[in-house]
């Protein structure tokens, strides 16, 4: 099948990759003539695990191609997938510009039927409003359908390939058939494809992220509440979570959720309800606090530090907002540097992969380090932002002798309190007992 998407960001870069490692032919559209070049010619411009083999494979073969040619590159194809940006506007609502450009031109210039997917991320109504824009200057059959992504950055690949369900929303019989033979391959162990109405389709994928979202933050007050009353958060999580009602993932507190689906997805769902009318008073609690979660760490390294950090240096290890990913859209760091930094501290931050997004958005406002152990030369405590699984084992003897003071600030729990006590650290996590 031939295939167009539009736009290659992280969506539809790995969406199209995908798409030809089943043996589509698929040409991915983008306005960057420098990211398209740069694509074209083998350079993959997003961190993704496994992702670059299948690019890399199917770029060789001949099924995955790049062009800044709108009319070229959907001239053939018999599916138009959008994966467009859908930045939040100010009051929070998802700003749909990028999406109605496209779908306005579209209508001008396909010549025969066309099923055009909205893969991007959504308020509920769009795809009727891409079938408005779209069929004002066209004059072919075309159907809009309503497909939402649900990729988590770090396993994205296999999540594409192996999706637990595939949500496709149309009331065309057409489209339905089109879009079935395209993900058949993809759910061949009996995964559903569960078809519904676009507006259905558009809400779930706002649902599934909120609830998701609502967890997290859940968990969060659950751990406040264990520091006060001296319970510890992860017997809490292994208690509830063995409840197969509950389940055990998305159920791990520490300094907040971030990155471009969590906090985007619920503010739109929140502005979307208001304007119904609709108070949705969970999810604005939810927001409220993720934003508290994110400088939990700063009260206590206050505190140790006597309530002045001007001067202090502070080693940070982590600055994406996950692990296995280069996006720090929302990340719980950049809260802490900003934090810090305005109580007159010095930070020297080490990242796997996302440091040199970091150094483009905020410059030289802190220091950035070649390793995880340089990032401790003269630094007065450690504070740990993002759990890579090479900070989960360290060399503990090292980083002790590199500290001007033994203690850590760990927003992501990772080290088991007894052995930390038995090493003589101070250490600080999020729902248990602070070791001294």
């Not at 630094?379 to 500290?403: K, Y």
């Amino acid at each position: 099948m031939k295939i167009a998407v539009v736009g290659t960001g992280y969506v539809g870069l790995v969406t199209g990759t995908c798409f030809a490692e089943t043996g589509n032919n698929v040409t991915c559209i983008d306005i960057d003539t420098a990211k398209v070049n740069k694509l074209s010619n083998g350079q993959v411009t997003i961190y993704e695990p496994g992702l670059e083999k299948l690019f890399l494979r199917n770029l060789k073969e001949g099924r995955l191609h790049f062009t800044t040619d709108l009319a070229a590159g959907i001239k053939d194809a018999a599916i138009i997938f959008l994966a467009l940006p859908t930045p939040p506007g100010e009051d929070g609502s998802a700003d749909l510009k990028y999406v109605l450009g496209v779908a306005n031109d579209l209508g001008k210039i396909i010549k025969d039927y066309k099923v055009i997917v909205d893969k991007s991320t959504v308020p509920v109504g769009t795809a009727a409003k891409v079938k408005e824009a779209i069929a004002k200057n066209c004059t072919v059959e075309f159907d809009v359908v309503s497909n939402p992504e649900f990729l988590r950055e770090g396993v994205a690949v296999d999540d594409f390939m192996k999706p637990d369900r595939v949500v496709i929303g149309t009331d065309s019989e057409k489209a339905r058939k089109i879009m079935g033979d395209l993900y058949a391959p993809f759910v061949r162990q009996g995964n559903p494809v569960i078809f519904m109405d676009e507006r259905s389709a558009e809400l779930t994928k706002y649902a599934a992220n909120s609830f998701l979202a609502t967890k997290i933050s859940f968990m969060n007050e659950i751990a406040r509440l264990c520091e006060k009353l001296g319970a510890d958060v992860d017997m809490v999580r292994r208690g509830i979570g063995s409840d197969e009602r509950i389940g055990k993932r998305f159920l791990f507190p520490g300094i907040g959720y971030g990155g471009s689906c969590f906090p985007k997805d619920v503010q739109a769902l929140v502005r979307s309800a208001a304007e119904v009318n609709y108070d949705f008073g969970i999810l604005n609690a939810v927001m409220k606090v993720n934003e508290e979660q994110k400088l939990h760490l700063i009260p206590g390294i206050k505190k140790y530090f006597g309530g002045d950090l001007k001067g202090k240096r502070f080693a940070l290890w982590g600055l994406a907002f996950k692990p296995n990913t280069d996006d720090i859209r929302e990340a719980p760091a950049l809260h802490i540097i900003d934090a810090l930094v305005n109580e007159g501290a010095v930070l020297c931050a080490f990242d796997p992969e996302a440091m040199k997004n970091i150094r483009n958005q905020i410059g030289d406002k802190i220091e950035y380090a070649d390793s995880q152990y340089d990032a401790l030369e003269n630094a007065d405590a450690l504070i740990i932002a993002t759990e890579w699984n090479e900070f989960r084992t360290p060399d503990f003897s090292r980083i002790s002798s590199m500290l001007k003071n033994k203690a850590i600030f760990d927003g992501r729990n990772l080290f088991d309190l007894g052995a930390i006590k038995e090493l003589g650290f101070h250490y600080e996590s999020v729902g248990r007992e602070i070791i001294n």
